[in-house]
């Protein structure tokens, strides 16, 4: 909400700087990205690599009125996964022990494990190690 308080105080001025930084229509977010950098198991995710296949609503989505999951739409503002996944989030639904860990195995290791079923050639893909990289 903050960064909505300061877009439209600064869009008073400049509109461009607006753009920058902020996760408006059109913004794409950064090509890598690297989840949970300083916990125990840093996540290397190549975001612009799965934005050639996937559609955005497969990962984002956002949350309704009532307090629940609403679908991605088009042009919405994008939070990090945690802005919600706090808690108990998923706790029942998904085996992990933190909120962004049952996120992330929901979101990224089940399409991962499909994907390895489907297609013996992407095997490697379910790995720890694929997401997980060893340090
Ligand atoms: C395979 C899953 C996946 C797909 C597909 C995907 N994203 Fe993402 N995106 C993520 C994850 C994970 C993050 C990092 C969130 C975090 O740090 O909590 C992210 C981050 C972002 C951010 C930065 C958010 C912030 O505040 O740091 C933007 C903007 C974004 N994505 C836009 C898009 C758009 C637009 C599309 C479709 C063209 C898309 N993403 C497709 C998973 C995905
Ligand atoms: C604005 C709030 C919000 C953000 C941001 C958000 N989620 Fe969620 N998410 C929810 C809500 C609400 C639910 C439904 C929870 C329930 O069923 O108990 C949910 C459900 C889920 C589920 C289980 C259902 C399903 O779709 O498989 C997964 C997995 C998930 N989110 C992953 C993610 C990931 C990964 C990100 C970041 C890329 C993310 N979420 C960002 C609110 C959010
Ligand atoms: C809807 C399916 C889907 C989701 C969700 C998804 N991935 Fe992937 N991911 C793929 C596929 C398919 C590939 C193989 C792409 C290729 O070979 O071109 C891949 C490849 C990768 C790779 C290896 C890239 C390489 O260079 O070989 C990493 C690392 C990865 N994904 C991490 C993640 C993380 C972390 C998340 C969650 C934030 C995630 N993925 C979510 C389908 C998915
Ligand atoms: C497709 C990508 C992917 C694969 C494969 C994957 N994970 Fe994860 N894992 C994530 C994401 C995303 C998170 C959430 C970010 C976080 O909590 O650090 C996560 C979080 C975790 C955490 C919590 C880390 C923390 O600091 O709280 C543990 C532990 C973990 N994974 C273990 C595993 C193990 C063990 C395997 C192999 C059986 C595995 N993961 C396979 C994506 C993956």
């Known amino acids: 909400m903050k960064k909505i308080v300061i877009c439209a105080a600064a869009?008073?001025?400049?509109?461009?700087?607006c753009l920058?930084?902020?996760s408006l229509a059109g913004d794409k977010g950064p090509a890598d990205i690297t989840i949970n950098p300083?916990?125990?198991?840093?996540?290397?995710?190549?975001?612009?690599?799965?934005?050639?296949h996937i559609k955005c609503a497969e990962c984002h989505h956002t949350k309704g009125p009532d307090g629940k999951q609403a679908?991605?739409?088009e042009g919405?503002?994008?939070?990090?996964?945690?802005?919600?996944?706090?808690?108990d989030m998923l706790k029942g639904q998904v085996k992990g022990k933190t909120?962004?860990?049952?996120?992330g195995h929901g979101?990224?290791?089940?399409?991962?494990?499909?994907?390895?079923?489907?297609d013996p050639a992407k095997k490697d893909l379910k790995?720890?190690?694929?997401?997980?990289?060893?340090k």
């Open 76 to 87: 919405m503002e994008i939070q990090k996964c945690e802005t919600c996944h706090t808690g």
């Open 11 to 17: 869009a008073a001025f400049v509109s461009i700087t």
């Open 38 to 52: 300083d916990g125990k198991k840093p996540v290397v995710f190549p975001h612009a690599k799965h934005q050639e």
């Open 99 to 103: 909120a962004m860990q049952r996120a």
């Open 20 to 22: 920058t930084g902020m």
């Open 107 to 118: 979101n990224c290791l089940s399409c991962h494990k499909e994907e390895a079923k489907n």
């Open 71 to 73: 679908p991605y739409t």
């Open 127 to 134: 790995k720890c190690s694929t997401c997980h990289p060893k």
